[in-house]
């Protein structure tokens, strides 16, 4: 996936809207829970994608807007940090209408907590900014999924090989290693 540029003022927006939103909580938990509440309630297609205590997945929801909201100015940055999500969510079927209702809960929120100061620029950064990401999940998933597959068994055939080489030995930890031949 490429790197995303917004212009500069698109960009400005974005991070001032984020800054805001922070700022008009009491606390880091308290953005931290109104984003996961703003997700969770959006649909049940997303409630059954909460593994972990609400507590620790509002504090990763927050965590992971933040790194990309502040990498935004780093077109490199945002697609390492983008790219780093990515294989953290690796094991979750991101498919587009869950992005769309992601990004749709999220720009919400934002709308309701900020009202005329979430304007239509930062509106759009964000719908591109969270777009992006969500692309990037899908294209991460697609391209690299085959290849953890083929490591994944690579590494389960070689466990068994060496979990079968372990049982050669003797009871008093001497090989007969050498009088056996083992086949993959």
């Known amino acids: 996936f490429e790197e995303l ?13 984020w800054a805001a939103f922070l700022a008009s909580t009491e606390t880091m938990e308290s953005a931290a829970d109104a984003l996961y509440c703003a997700i969770f309630d959006a649909s049940l297609a997303l409630q059954s994608l909460f593994k972990t205590p609400r507590a620790i997945a509002s504090m990763k929801v927050l965590a992971g807007i933040n790194s990309i909201v502040n990498t935004l100015q780093d077109p490199k940055g945002l697609h390492i940090a983008t790219e780093t999500l990515g294989y953290q969510h690796f094991e979750i079927d991101i498919t587009p209408p869950r992005i769309a209702l992601f990004r749709d809960a999220i720009v919400d929120l934002l709308s309701a907590e900020l009202g005329s100061r979430f304007t239509s620029s930062a ?18 998933r697609n ?3 085959r290849r953890l597959q083929i490591l994944a068994s690579s590494w389960s055939i070689a466990n068994k090989r060496n979990l079968r080489m372990a049982e050669v030995w003797d009871a008093d930890g001497s090989s007969c290693a050498d009088s056996v031949e083992i086949s993959g």
């Open 143 to 145: 391209h690299f999924s």
């Open 5 to 17: 540029v917004l212009p500069p003022e698109v960009l400005q927006e974005v991070q001032h809207v």
């Open 123 to 140: 509106m759009m950064g964000f719908r591109i900014l969270l777009n992006y990401v969500g692309g990037a999940f899908v294209y991460l």
